[in-house]
Structures are given as structure tokens and as C-alpha cells.
Nanobody, 121 residues
Framework: QAQLVESGGGSVQAGGSLRLSCSTAGVKYNTNCMNWFRQAPDKEREGVAHISTGGRIISYADSVKGRFTVSQDNARNTLYLQMNSLKPEDTAMYYC??????????????WGQGTQVTVSS
């Protein structure tokens, strides 16, 4: 059973925007790092945006820099991904994951079931 729940996906035209949400309310233990991943058909999973240590560390994949913004609202137990200037190549299933920072980076313990984003040209 997924303990993270994504929402906000949909179909948009190129140049449009979507905001994805990831509820962490189902996670029993506090986590300190979260990530948005995406996976398109016949492609490997790609890390899109990372946030950790209370938002002090944020990073993006080169393919989305300047277009996507990750943020978190701890009061609402929600992680967001604002996606602007969407391109057809952004089409994928988007997943959020949460975990704890370890010696080799974030160790993801919780995953959502994903939300589909489709961008048409």
C-alpha cells in the first residue's frame, strides 16, 4: 500500500503548466529528503527534483531547470512540483518518494503510485 499519494497530473498542451502534489500524511515517521521521479514508456526512471533538510538543499535535473519548482508545505504534509513551459518530452508517470539522508544520499523508504502527465504538441 502506497504511503504517499500523488495528484495533479493530467493532459496539457505544450507550453502549459501543471502542479503536482504529494501527500505524506500516510507516512508514520518523519523524513528529511524527498524527490520527484518520472518514468516514460521504455525509458529509465529519472530523478526530476530533490528537496531535503527542511528545504535548504534543492536540486533539479538539467532537463527541467528553470521550468520546474519543487516546494513543501510541512503544515499540510504536502510536497509540490510546479511545472511550467511543459514540453512533449515531459510526458511520463510522475512519482514522489521520501526517506532519510544517509552516507550515500537519500535512502527512499516511501513511494507513491504515480500520477500521469501527458503533454501534447
Amino acid at each position: 500500500q502506497a504511503q504517499l499519494v500523488e495528484s495533479g497530473g493530467g493532459s496539457v498542451q505544450a507550453g502549459g503548466s501543471l502542479r503536482l502534489s504529494c501527500s505524506t500524511a500516510g507516512v508514520k515517521y518523519n523524513t528529511n529528503c524527498m524527490n520527484w521521479f518520472r518514468q516514460a514508456p521504455d525509458k529509465e526512471r529519472e530523478g526530476v527534483a530533490h528537496i531535503s533538510t527542511g528545504g535548504r538543499i534543492i536540486s533539479y535535473a538539467d532537463s527541467v531547470k528553470g521550468r520546474f519548482t519543487v516546494s513543501q508545505d510541512n503544515a499540510r504534509n504536502t510536497l509540490y512540483l510546479q511545472m511550467n513551459s511543459l514540453k512533449p518530452e515531459d510526458t511520463a508517470m510522475y512519482y514522489c518518494a521520501a526517506g532519510w539522508v544517509g552516507p550515500s544520499g537519500c535512502q527512499y523508504q516511501y513511494w507513491g503510485q504515480g500520477t500521469q502527465v501527458t503533454v501534447s504538441s
